[in-house]
């Protein structure tokens, strides 16, 4: 595999927004299908040894993905995807929020609006992301909500996903 | 208010003065002299950061100089280092899965 695949990851403090940039050496299609069918995502979403597990995906736009990241010691952190938009291979549009099992909305942690660009040039094909915070138009209004508590959740759960990984 | 890190980054004109004491440590005169705002606006948002611990005093006769306070500055470069593991780690298990889908191809 090559070892120049550019990736590329910032975050503007700013907007509150992450973008991600990557190449993989894959044609165009076969990179779609990977981020947009359910049993192709699960075998890469979770960092192992965790893993993901799609309980629902109805790929289209107003359709949504529901499934949940799974620790070794069978801890389960649910979330929802709600498509928004859909252009075949090139772009699709997202809404990511924190459920409990049962798809219930949590309202302390805070929901994101992804959007992924698809492109291809030489048989490399380049996948750009952007993930905004929508409850962190600003980090003061972000604490206000409860954000800290959820977000210290979420990086919490990271650094165990991190430990993890290391063993 | 409890105050903290993120709260020091949420505001430009707090991200320009953390950017300017990256070079040293500047009075808060020194400070306000890289704004177009009041004095007083300025000195509100250096209270803030320090409050938020971002910034340190020192005083240097009748002077207080600010100066970045790097350890609290580099909680937030951890979040964003666990962060782009995640995707870090996650794209690498996809080049692997790529691999496969290829290869059941032909």
């Known amino acids: ?167 | 208010m409890r105050r903290d890190i993120y709260q020091a980054i949420a505001d430009p004109t707090r991200r320009a003065i953390l950017t300017l004491l990256t070079v040293g440590a500047l009075t808060p005169n020194a400070i306000a002299g890289h704004f177009g705002s009041s004095r007083q606006a300025v000195s509100k948002h250096i209270q803030i950061l320090a409050e938020c611990g971002a910034v340190d005093q020192t005083h240097s006769g009748r002077e207080i100089y600010y100066q970045l306070n790097i350890d609290r500055m580099k909680e937030i470069d951890h979040w964003m280092e666990a962060f782009r593991k995640l995707w870090e780690t996650r794209f690498n298990q996809l080049d692997e899965v790529l691999l496969t889908m290829k290869k059941n191809k032909k």
């Open chain 1, 1 to 167: 595999m090559k070892n120049s695949l550019l990736f590329d990851f910032t975050i503007d403090k700013s907007t509150n927004t992450v973008f991600v940039t990557r190449e993989f050496e894959a044609d165009q299609s076969l990179v779609w299908d990977a981020f947009t069918k359910q049993e192709i995502l699960d075998q890469w979403w979770a960092p192992k040894p965790w893993t993901s597990k799609t309980r629902h995906m109805n790929f289209e736009t107003g359709g949504r993905r529901v499934y949940a990241m799974c620790s070794p010691a069978g801890e389960e952190f649910w979330s929802v995807q709600k498509y928004t938009a859909i252009s075949p291979k090139e772009n699709f549009k997202q809404i990511s929020l924190f459920t409990d099992k049962d798809e219930n909305v949590n309202s302390d942690m805070p929901g994101s609006e992804w959007n992924l660009d698809f492109s291809e040039a030489e048989g490399i094909t380049t996948v750009s992301i952007s993930i905004k915070h929508k409850t962190l138009a600003t980090l003061e209004q972000m604490i206000k909500m409860g954000f800290k508590e959820g977000f210290t959740m979420t990086l919490n759960y990271l650094d165990q996903l991190l430990t993890d990984l290391k063993k």
